[in-house]
Structures are given as structure tokens and as C-alpha cells.
Nanobody, 123 residues
Framework: QVQLVESGGGLVQAGGSLRLSCIASGSIFSINAMAWYRQAPRKQRELVADITKDSSTNYADSVKGRFTISRDNAKNTVDLQMNSLKPEDTAVYYC?????????????????WGQGTQVTVSS
């Protein structure tokens, strides 16, 4: 099995910064894409940013220029640096990874999610 554990959420004033971290552990052959999603109250979960194994990145329009996603393939970690935070960034943030896991019949690609970390931005 594979576990993803996020850290770094909290309460911050508008204009402030937070850094989220996520570490993947368990039966991992390799990790392909990694991503951060968020879900605000009464809204659907949405993609914030993702990053490929070779560090190509993609961002939601709402966070471009303010958030930066990065990863360390050797440590199986993905971070999200969030600057110039706005109240509308308030949400539970989830780490997601597309992981190649070894099985009896060979490698299989599965998606795994962390438990989520709360980010609250006060105005």
C-alpha cells in the first residue's frame, strides 16, 4: 500500500504565505504525476497544480503567479508554496499522486490521496 501525508496547513492573513508538503511512502516503484487539489465548503474538488516526473507544471488560472509546485523525486515529496493568499483560497488541500506499484503480475498504476490539510485565509 501507499500512504500520502500532508503537512503545513493553517491559518494565515490575506497576503500571507504558507507552504504545504506531502510525502509518499509504502510500496512505490516510481511516481508519475503529483498534484495538489482543494475543496472549499459546498464546492467541488478542483485541481490547483500538478507536476510531471520531469517537473513540467500546470496551474489553475486562479493561482497562477502566486503558487508554485515542486517535487523531489528522490524523497517522494511534493510541495506547494502559496504566496499572496486570498480568502477565496480557503479550502482543504489534498495531495494526489499517480504511483507505479509492484504487484505479483507486474507494475500497476494507481492514484492515491492524502487525508487533506486545512488552509484558512482571513481577510
Amino acid at each position: 500500500q501507499v500512504q500520502l501525508v500532508e503537512s503545513g496547513g493553517g491559518l494565515v492573513q490575506a497576503g500571507g504565505s504558507l507552504r504545504l508538503s506531502c510525502i509518499a511512502s509504502g510500496s512505490i516503484f516510481s511516481i508519475n504525476a503529483m498534484a495538489w487539489y482543494r475543496q472549499a465548503p459546498r464546492k467541488q474538488r478542483e485541481l490547483v497544480a500538478d507536476i510531471t516526473k520531469d517537473s513540467s507544471t500546470n496551474y489553475a488560472d486562479s493561482v497562477k503567479g502566486r503558487f508554485t509546485i515542486s517535487r523531489d523525486n528522490a524523497k517522494n515529496t511534493v510541495d506547494l508554496q502559496m504566496n499572496s493568499l486570498k480568502p477565496e483560497d480557503t479550502a482543504v488541500y489534498y495531495c494526489q499522486s499517480r504511483v507505479l506499484v509492484p504487484t505479483i503480475t507486474g507494475l500497476r498504476e494507481n492514484d492515491y490521496w492524502g487525508q487533506g490539510t486545512q488552509v484558512t485565509v482571513s481577510s
